[in-house]
């Protein structure tokens, strides 16, 4: 699987619309863990590292961000900022994110629970593991 990003159900209603997400229908993985980022300072970066095994989804439920990601050979960038669609991003690619937006939050949501064993946190060990160099 490669990361892209997954359009949401918007349900319109005149007192407010209503998103939601869930598994198999919007989720490629079943939710394990769940946190959020949020009074990130400004021209700080979040992130920068890859999970061996973990996935997330990644959603700007306010403001916005930039999600960059690396698979070793290349970068992209994903820039989010609508509640109603997110980042997938399979295991074994680089992320950080950017460029938050004043009282933006993030929320993630991944198949695995924390552990630091799944984490790599430096980018030369990753571009080893994941090109096999």
Known sequence: MIPKIIELPKIYDK?????F??????LPFEIERTYWVYDVPGG????SHAFKEQQEFII???GS???VINDGKEEKSFSLNRSYYGL???KMYWRRLEN???NSLALIVSDKPYSESDYI???DEFKTLVNGK
């Open 15 to 19: 007192r407010g619309n209503l998103s």
């Open 21 to 26: 997400f869930q598994h198999p229908s919007n």
């Open 44 to 47: 700080e970066k979040r992130g």
């Open 60 to 62: 700007a439920l306010s």
């Open 65 to 67: 961000f930039d999600v």
């Open 88 to 90: 997938y991003i399979p």
């Open 100 to 102: 938050f937006s004043t």
């Open 121 to 123: 946190r430096d980018f």
